[in-house]
């Protein structure tokens, strides 16, 4: 150690300036690189994990975005099964059929003279229930009558359409007209499978 000691205080103090400005430059430069390469290191671990979390906000955006398509359509699902449930619904309900087509005569300006329900038809997955009618009015009314079955919700089907001779009714030519007025009803697989039974002896 006294060696070095002597050996440093014979070498000039310019020389001895300049190897301790070294050491503390090089001592300096060690210390910047390493806080430097920490805060690169931390910084690239903050752009990985905001990278990740766009690429999670990204995938919840598109699961977001498909849940309401799928809303969407489970929608309009849904009213297309309500509106063939009106069109064809699993019950007769032939209180309620009979009121809705005596008002639509009454609208047409026709007398209804009989209301006459016949016995369910099964046909397939659905039965019809046919409902024999007479009416009285004028061709116009009757044709009125008619169309306005026509855009009944539920399904209607006329047949055995049949007129009377016209007579004369307080200055109005009037004619009686009979026929069958039938609609339907969907029946559930129970129901369907439970009238293919047959019971043998």
Known sequence: MEKFLESFAKIPLQQKLGAVGALVAIIGLGT??????AAVAQIEAHDASLEKQDAELLKLQQQAQHRTQ????????????????????????IPKVLRDIDYEAKQAGLRV?????????VQGDFAAVPLKMTVRGNYHE?????DRLSKMPRIVNVTDVNMTA???????????????????????????AATDVTVTP
């Open 142 to 146: 009757i044709a009125v009558f008619l």
């Open 70 to 93: 799928f809303m969407r359509e489970v929608e309009r699902l849904k009213q297309r099964l309500r509106e063939a449930e009106e069109q064809l619904p699993k019950q007769a309900e």
């Open 113 to 121: 003279d009989r209301f006459e329900p016949q016995g369910e038809q």
């Open 166 to 192: 016209p007579n004369i009714e307080n200055k109005k030519i009037v004619v009686a007209s009979s026929y069958t007025a039938t609609t339907y009803r969907f029946l559930e697989r129970e129901a369907v």
């Open 32 to 37: 910047y690189f390493l806080s430097v390469s």
